[in-house]
Structures are given as C-alpha cells and as structure tokens.
C-alpha cells in the first residue's frame, strides 16, 4: 500500500485549479475561476442554476477542454485529460442519476469496467474486497443484493463504493441528497466524513444550504461563471450563504407594482399537497402577480405541474374563478382559463421538430382559429401564427420554419405568446425568462405586466431572485417543498428572503 | 419508448395548405439507398453464377410483365400496404405495434366467419359485412394488447409481438374447430360462399383490396395533416411531456391509433382470404405482418409513401419466382434484397432530422 505519492497527508493540496475559463458562445461559464481541494477536506460548492458549477466540474472530469487554465491533481498536472484518464489519475464523479446496471449484483457492478478486476472474473475476492471495504466506510452494502432491489441511497453508497476501491482521491458529488430521503441524508453525511478522515478531498455540490453548512469545510460560492465568494463553514451563516449566491444588488425592489385596486380572488388553493409538496394554502387576486422565490428544487415543478393537472394532487382543493378544479385534466384547466409557461421547454412547452406555426397552435388545435370541429383549419391558422410572429417578434423566416433551429428567446417567445394570447385569467409561469438575454427577459417581464392590468393573476416562479422582486406585488419563498414566507413586496426584507430561501420557516 | 419510434423522419410538411414531399433531401437519399442496395443484390447475382441483369429483366417481367401479373403484384402488395399504413400511424404516435401479424390472422378469420354465416346474402352485403368483420376482429386483436398494455403498464412491444403467436395458434384451433373444412386432411375452412368473393378488377387478375388500400393510405395521410387527432398523435409521437402539456389524453391516444392499426390489419386479412384464397387457410398470412413494419419504415412512417414502399416490396417478391424459373437465381435472393434495402436506408436516415 505504500504507495510513494507525494503530499498524503492531511491538509496537502489534492487539486488546484487555476484560472479555468470556458466560453459557450457568447456565454462565458466559467470565467477565470480557481479551485483548491486538500486532502481530508469538504468544499461545498454553491451556486444556482446556470452559475457555471457543472461546467467547471465537467472541465475537471474530462468531459469539456477549457479555453484557457489549468489543472493540476497531487502536483501533477491534467492536460486535455479523457473522463478515463481523470479516473485513472483518482478522480471520481458520483453523478445525481447514478451509472449503475440494475440486473447486476453490487459486486458485479463493481467489477465493471474496472481493469483491477482482471479479465478472468474473481467473484470470490471482489465480494471480499467490497465487504471489507464496506465494513471500513459504514457503507453497509451486500455484494450479492442485487442493485435493482436497493433503494436509492444504497445505490449511491455503490456508487462511492466503486471510487474507493477504484483509490479515487477526489470525489465529486453532484447534488447527492437530491433523490434522498432525510434519513439516508443524514446516512450519506456520515460516510462523507469518514471519508474525509481518511484523507479524502471532497467537492460537495448542492443547493441545499443547511446541509452544505452541516457538512462541508469551506465553500466556494458560483455566479454568473465567477467565484462570488469564499469562506470557511465555521463562522459562515445561512443568510452569508444566501446573500453570495444570490448576488449583492438585489436589496431595493424597482417601483413597478400594480397601482390599482386588487379585484377578486382568481385562483384559490386550500390545504393543498401533492407528492413532494407539503401543504399549501394561498390564493392569488385579479390585477396581482406573486413571484415564487427559492433555490431550485424546492418544490417548485411540484406546485405547477400539480396546479396545471400534469401531477395528481393528494389533498386540498384549488378553485379556478369558483369552478373547483381540483381533479380536472389539463384540457379542462385551460379551457377554464388556466395558462401555464413550463420550465422545462425542450421536450414539454415545444416540440422542437416541429414548426413555428405547428407550436404556435400545440395547446389550442381544436379552437378557433387553428381548427374547428374535426378539422384543422390551416389558412386562418397560418394568418393567426403570422400575425403572433409579428406581434411576439418571433424571429423566424416563416410559420413553416423548425423551432429547434431558432435562438432560445425566440423558442421561448413562442411559448409566451401562445399562452398569452388565449387572454388566460391565471398565468403559472415558470423559469419563464430563464437563459434570455436582458432585452428578451425584459419583454417577457412587461407582457407578463400587461396580462396583470388587465385584470389576469400571475403566479410567476423563478430561481432568479431579481426577476422576481422586479414584477411581483407579493413574494413567496419556497423552501422543502411549502411556503417558508410570503410578503406583499413593499415590505420584503432582503435579508429575511435569505433566510427563507435557506429553509428557515417564517 | 416514444423517442425511438420515428428512426426514420420524412421530410413531409405542411405548405401552403397542401401536404408536399420535399424530394430533395431524405427522399434522394432513400433513392440512393435503393440504387445501393440494387447494385449489391447484382453483385450477389454475378456471384452466384448468373448474368445480373438477366435477373433483373426476369423480375420486372415477373412482376409487371402482362396483366395478369401485374394483378398478381397488386395483389401482393395489398396486405402489406394495408396493414403498414397502421403501422406507420402507431409508429407517428410512438407506440410501438408489432402485433400486425396476429391483427391480420385474426382479422382473416373474422372475415371468414362473417362471410361463412352469412352464406345467403346478396354480394355486396356479403363482401361489405365480412370485410367489416375482417377489421373489426383486427382492432379487437389489436384492443387486446392495448387494454395489456395501459391497463398492466405492460411495454407495447412485448403485448403486441406475444399476442402474435396466440393469434395464430387461436386461428388453428378455429380451423381444427369450428371453422375447419372437415376430412380436408389440411388446416383450412370451407370455400367462402360466392357472393362473399372479392370481384376481379376488369383486365386485370386483381381484386379492388389495392384501391381500398390506396385510399385507406390517403385518408389517413389527412387524418395525420389535416386533424386535430392527427397533430395529437404526431405530438405525442414527439414527446409525450409535450402531448401531456398540450392537454391531449394520452392513452385515448394510443387506444386510438391502436385500433386504427388493428382495423386495417384485420382488413387486410379479411381481403386476403376473401380475394386471393376464398377460404382460411392455416398460415395464409405468415410474414405479413413483420413485412408491413418494414414498409412502414421504408416509407418513412408516411401513410402516402408507404404505397411506393409496399409496391416495391410487393413487385420484388412476385417478380421473383420468374426469375426463379427462368434463370435458376433462387427467389429467396429477393429477401436478402430486401434486407439489404432496410439497411442502407436505415442508414441514410437514421440520426437525421
């Protein structure tokens, strides 16, 4: 085992990453970033969405070149380096969706693809090496369970099994508790800290503040592709946390609320839960938008796709303009007048092999003017799309043209201006300026504005806490899947909405 | 299961308020594909002895050389037309049919039955009821596997392809039962009665089941263009998320395109046995079924293209026994032709979009 590699012992740099730059485009991702790890550390890296977290670590893997940086491992450095050879050199990456084959046994997943394991297969002594290493690390694993059988936290305890024994340095965990029961959450941060006490450098990547603070040494904290921030767990808090992630010039809200009278209650949801929602109890007014603040993951596509009929609800009700809507399917909701911008636009609010003017019509095929009665009604339609094009300034040569070949914003400008041209009563929604540039975000902020004075209520849910306190009248934060907070905007407390986003209840 | 089932997409669109196939792209490189796979079967040929292009003559004589066997051709083209046109709408809506061979069966012996008990009727209530029957069977069949499927979240491949082979053991047992023409010494029915007989088209040696398939093609090339049904079916073929956020029903969906399929391989059994045999016989139908997925991929999921594909497939396997008979290249060549045809274009298709 006396393996003569320099700089074993606690405290000795593992990873230096220097001056990492990674341009996508236009979009610079990561943006002259250093990294360090030393042995027998955590670093908890933070960041939201887009924050340039995966980029860097995928740069550090072996899965993209950077521009310009460097990389180096025990004093060795990484040049143009493969995910293979970053595995050899002791890097592991244990990804949220695990790489594991389910009809196997844990032994035999261990065995796969790794050449210690010999061309001949060693059943015998591999299920020993995985017992004994099990046993070192509290792992509690069987090498004989069939994987397909263990629930996902042991699945993941596989998953580091196999950088263990692959004598992987490095490991890297990217959002590790997200498919994770509190319990095994808990589980999972125990073997994290022996695996730190056998000097092991670990890169925790989450959103989840409490347990970031829980767990980690320091933090390094991403936005917009450059280090906010660094600091050192012990004397950090949650609202320091917060107040680096989420930037410094949010404090005073810009002064475009609604100024007339609010009118009646529009959507009302009472004691309302769904699977991975607790319960939840709020109604929005005519001529209001509530902005939905909080991490990622917290609840939010929950919320929507339960208030939308795309997830069953398991308790509550929710009344659309009286109409009790709580078991309705889509179709009913939006005839009903329920709009809804979904954050994932890839493969839900667009079909990207299809056109313009095929998208323009995907939620309203059957109504005037795009269809009636059995048929589709294709001249009307295509002047219907023509004259949205226009009005939306959807960049595209013609109705014909195929979405996927157009930019994001106007991918998302079509969203927007079907949903908004049906004149909904209630608009969900989500991540709806999310990637746009200023020019395009700010288009979709002021349609959202026009749709609320003329009478409609918005709940508008964002990651991005600006957005949010620029068009909301009230902000709610979201946080383990309820409510933390919600308070009319005029008397939103930066420093409170930090604490909420960080999971502390009102 | 949905993302995988478009391999092939035409480059179908919808313009200026008429459907139009775009020939240049992906239908060039289909020809190219044919063109390819023509010179290997002729390399094969000249392999195995013989003047390739002999051969060739010999099939395009075999196939459309006199009426006769261009009704012949058309003929044989029918079943695999018919029930590839509902293979191709499954395949639009990413749901997986393979079960064409147990629906046309099935659908076989629906018609035989109906036709059977209704053995006094006039000629056309005959022939309409017993192709009705035909279809209807079909889409029963074709019921089975989807209530399997949606109702026990069963996968769609392993419903319709098992379902196959109890289709085809149940029409046995019919034939050995009561459908069986007894001390025939052979698994078959009766004669139909007479009026039940699909008419011979005038001048040539083929019933009308082509023209019913030719339109059954183009109703449902509208069916998928010009309705609101049909631009569900495409949605959901795309990306059931999308299908789901756009408030279509997705297992109305999948029963709808399902039984379409079911129907039209149900009649293509039933013209099967009321216009070429005139009874049910045992295995009259084996192929069909995997043949009409591969003229569904040929003609790239497109109901109207998919007539070219079951032509081409149907006139290389009639002109095949001539070139048999006259030049001694045994006819199974022509299988491997067309193995070699849903290679090459599979490969200059695939991973386009």
């Keep these: 085992m006396a393996d003569p590699r320099q700089g074993d012992a606690k405290g000795d740099a593992l990873l230096e990453m220097r001056g990492i730059v990674r341009r996508f485009g236009d979009l610079c991702a990561n943006d002259n970033i250093d990294l360090d790890v030393r042995r027998g550390e955590i670093l908890g890296l933070l960041g939201e969405n887009g924050s340039g977290k995966s980029t860097l670590m995928k740069v550090l893997f072996g899965m993209l070149a950077p521009d310009s940086g460097a990389i180096a491992l025990r004093g060795q450095p990484l040049v143009n380096h493969t995910p293979a050879e970053a595995m050899a050199a002791g890097i592991a990456m244990i990804h949220q969706h695990f790489m594991l084959i389910e009809a196997m046994t844990v032994a035999e997943n261990v065995m796969l693809g790794w050449p210690a394991a010999g061309r001949i297969l060693r059943k015998g002594e591999i299920s020993a090496r995985v017992r004994e290493a099990s046993q070192r690390f509290g792992l509690d694993l069987d090498p004989d369970a069939q994987v397909a059988k263990l629930p996902l936290g042991r699945r993941q305890r596989v998953e580091i099994l196999k950088a263990i024994l692959r004598n992987a340095d490095l490991l890297i965990l990217d959002e590790p508790t997200s498919n994770l029961a509190p319990a095994e959450v808990g589980d999972l941060l125990t073997i994290l800290r022996r695996l730190r006490d056998e000097n092991k450098g670990i890169v925790f990547i989450s959103h989840k503040l409490p347990e970031v603070l829980d767990v980690c040494d320091n933090v390094v904290v991403l936005r917009a592709g450059r280090v906010a921030g660094r600091a050192p767990v012990a004397g950090a808090s949650r609202g320091q946390l917060a107040e680096m992630m989420i930037g410094r010039d949010v404090s005073k809200p810009r002064d475009a609320g609604s100024t007339k009278p609010l009118g009646a209650a529009r959507l009302a949801v009472r004691d309302f839960s769904a699977p991975g929602l607790g319960s939840l109890s709020f109604e929005i007014r005519s001529g209001e938008i509530l902005g939905v603040a909080g991490v990622d993951g917290n609840g939010q596509l929950e919320l929507v796709e339960a208030l939308t009929g795309l997830l069953p609800s398991r308790s509550g009700v929710v009344t659309l303009d009286g109409h009790d809507i709580t078991r309705s399917t889509v179709a009913a909701r939006m005839k009903l007048g329920l709009a809804y911008m979904p954050a994932d636009r890839g493969h839900t609010a667009l079909v990207k092999g299809m056109s313009v003017f095929e998208n323009l019509m995907l939620r309203d095929c059957r109504r005037s003017p795009y269809g009636r009665g059995p048929l589709l009604t294709r001249a009307p339609g295509a002047a219907k799309a023509r004259a949205l094009m226009a009005d939306y300034d959807i960049r595209a040569r013609d109705p014909d043209f195929k979405v996927a070949r157009l930019s994001g914003g106007n991918q998302q400008k079509i969203v927007v201006a079907r949903e908004l041209d049906r004149r909904p009563g209630v608009l969900i929604a989500h991540q709806a300026a999310w990637g746009l540039d200023p020019g395009a975000t700010r288009f979709v902020l002021d349609r959202m504005v026009a749709l609320r004075d003329e009478g409609a209520a918005v709940i508008y849910i964002s990651s991005e806490l600006e957005e949010v306190l620029t068009i909301s009248d009230r902000i709610a934060v979201m946080a383990g899947g309820g409510f933390a907070g919600i308070v009319p905007r005029a008397e939103a407390d930066m420093r409170q909405i930090g604490l909420w986003m960080a999971g502390r209840a009102a | 299961m949905s993302e995988a089932a478009p391999a092939l997409r035409f480059s179908t669109m ?308 001539a070139m048999q008979r006259q030049i001694g290249v045994p006819s199974a060549l022509v299988t491997v032709i067309e193995g070699l045809t849903m290679l090459f274009v599979l490969a200059a298709t695939a991973g386009r979009k």
């Design chain 2, 14 to 321: 919808l313009q200026g308020g008429r459907i139009r196939l775009k020939f240049r792209g992906p239908a060039m490189r289909i020809l190219v594909a044919l063109l390819l796979s023509v010179i290997c079967a002729a390399v094969l040929i000249a392999l195995s002895g013989h003047n390739p292009f002999l051969a060739f003559v010999a099939i395009a004589q075999g196939a459309v050389g006199s009426e006769h066997q261009i009704g012949a051709s058309l003929n044989r083209c029918t079943p695999y037309l018919l029930a590839g046109v509902g293979v191709a709408i499954c395949f639009r809506a990413g749901v997986i049919n393979i079960g064409a061979e147990g629906q046309i069966a099935i659908g076989g012996a629906g018609a035989a039955s109906v036709a059977l008990a209704l053995s006094d009727a006039p000629p056309l209530v005959a022939i309409v009821a017993a192709l009705l029957g035909g279809a209807l069977a079909g889409a029963a069949w074709a019921g089975v596997a989807t209530a399997i499927h949606l109702g026990r979240r069963v996968h769609e491949v392993l419903a319709t392809l098992l379902l196959n082979f109890v289709a085809l053991l149940l029409v046995q047992q019919l034939l050995a039962g009561p459908l069986g023409q007894f001390g025939a010494g052979f698994l078959q029915s009766p004669l139909m009665p007479r009026a039940a007989w699909l008419p011979r088209l005038p001048g040539f040696d083929a019933h009308p089941g082509f023209i019913i398939a030719v339109v059954a093609a183009a109703v449902l090339s509208f069916v998928l263009w010009r309705t609101p049904f049909g631009f569900a079916l495409r949605v959901a073929g795309s990306s059931r998320l999308a299908a789901a956020y756009a408030g279509f029903s997705l297992p109305r969906l999948t029963w709808g395109a399902m039984l379409t399929a079911g129907a039209l391989a149900g009649l293509a059994g039933g013209v099967e046995v009321l216009g070429v045999h005139r009874r049910l016989i045992e295995g009259f139908s084996l192929g069909f079924g995997f043949k009409a997925v591969t003229v569904a991929l040929l003609g790239a999921i497109e109901p109207l293209a998919v007539v070219p594909a079951a032509l081409f497939v149907g006139l290389l396997e009639s002109g095949s026994l």
